[in-house]
């Protein structure tokens, strides 16, 4: 599609609960970023991949976050055991490739993941 | 690590006015890539503007403007003719030109425009 499409636009959990939000970058992207927003507003990088390959989790709390990126399906991003801090706005984004200099991310209008 | 700086949580401005908003960051690289992006209440991302870190002339966007600075390590959004739909959430990016695609955001400046 010409648009980063995520789904749900807001997620309730419980805590405790599994949380799974996914994300269907623009068509022909190579590249798929996740970047949380909490409510100070301030971004914080998740992981990448290039196609269905992890290319940079170095922002990824590996404790209880998972994602994937596999053919033919849209990206997820999973969360375990749910705490009231992984509340936030879960961002996606695609670009074109690194051979396409400059390109530009395009963003997804966001999940709101609530923890209650 | 890279980290980007907005100096100023909020900012107001009167309607067709100017108004610059602030950046700075700190890199030892010399091949990167600088962005503003525009988050409204709709919390989009919208692309504002982009500067190769090579490129000694600014970039221009209709009314919107940077002054890149690269020895101050500087890059600040000049919004010219400031119109009621430029209120939002203005973020300053960094993605480093080798490595790692992702981008490292300031904390944003909240636009105002009064009418």
């Known amino acids: 599609g010409e648009e980063v499409a995520q789904t749900p636009k807001h997620l309730v959990r419980g805590e405790g609960q599994k949380a799974k939000l996914y994300c269907a970058p623009i068509?022909?992207?190579?590249?798929v970023f996740w970047y949380q927003q909490v409510l100070k507003n301030e971004f914080k990088f998740l992981i990448s991949f290039q196609n269905e390959n992890v290319f940079d989790e170095t922002g990824m709390p590996k404790e209880r976050f998972s994602a994937k990126c596999l053919p033919n399906s849209p990206c997820s991003l999973e969360i375990q055991a749910t705490k009231l801090e992984d509340s936030a706005v879960y961002f996606c984004?695609?670009?074109?490739?690194?051979?396409?200099?400059?390109?530009?991310?395009?963003f997804g209008d966001g999940t709101r993941l609530s923890i209650l | 690590a890279q980290t980007v700086t907005q100096s100023q949580p909020e900012m107001s401005v009167q309607e067709a006015e100017t108004v610059t908003l602030s950046c700075t960051y700190d890199?030892?690289?010399?091949?990167?890539?600088l962005f503003w992006y525009k988050q409204p209440p709709s919390r989009q991302m919208i692309l504002v503007i982009r500067?190769?870190?090579?490129?000694?002339q600014n970039a221009t966007e209709n009314r919107f403007s940077v002054n890149f600075q690269k020895a101050a390590k500087s890059f600040s959004l000049k919004i010219s003719d400031s119109q009621l739909g430029d209120a939002a959430m203005y973020f300053c990016a960094y993605r480093s030109g080798g490595g790692s695609e992702k981008l490292v955001f300031g904390k944003g400046t909240k636009l105002t425009v009064n009418p």
């Open positions: 984004a695609s670009s074109l490739g690194r051979d396409s200099l400059n390109q530009p991310q395009h």
């Open positions: 500067q190769e870190a090579y490129k000694q």
């Open positions: 068509k022909g992207h190579s590249y």
């Open positions: 890199t030892s690289e010399s091949d990167y890539y």
